[in-house]
């Protein structure tokens, strides 16, 4: 089992960036593709960004695309979501999830989440 705990949301400008982390706790956090989701006020959530098991292979919402980078450090049991340039309309709560199914696009794909940071973009 996985426990994630997500961290680094807050405040910022459009234009500005954050580096949302998630602490994994588990022996196997390894074997684990991860990937982080996103959800605001009356929408469904949505895929952002995965990266494989390996940490070889990522894949990133259209949306996203270019302004953000996600990583994974094993040594420290926490994936990354580095995020630049943000716009207003990537305020949302941000959650990080794991994965046995590989890295995909797919919410119902995850079988562990954490319980989420809020991202707030101003204008």
């Known amino acids: 089992q996985v426990q994630l705990v997500e961290s680094g949301g807050g405040l910022v400008q459009a234009g500005g960036s954050l580096r949302l982390s998630c602490a994994a706790s588990g022996r196997t956090f390894s074997s684990y593709a991860l990937g982080w989701f996103r959800q605001a006020p009356g929408k469904d959530r949505e895929f952002v960004a995965t990266?494989?098991?390996?940490?070889?292979?990522?894949a990133y919402a259209d949306s996203v695309k270019g302004r953000f980078t996600i990583s994974r450090d094993y040594a420290q049991n926490t994936v990354y979501l580095q995020m630049n340039s943000l716009k207003p309309e990537d305020t949302a709560g941000y959650y990080c999830a794991a994965s046995t199914r590989g890295a995909t696009r797919n919410a119902y794909d995850y079988d562990y989440w954490g319980q989420g940071t809020q991202v707030t973009v101003s204008s």
């Open positions: 990266i494989t098991w390996r940490g070889t292979g990522a």
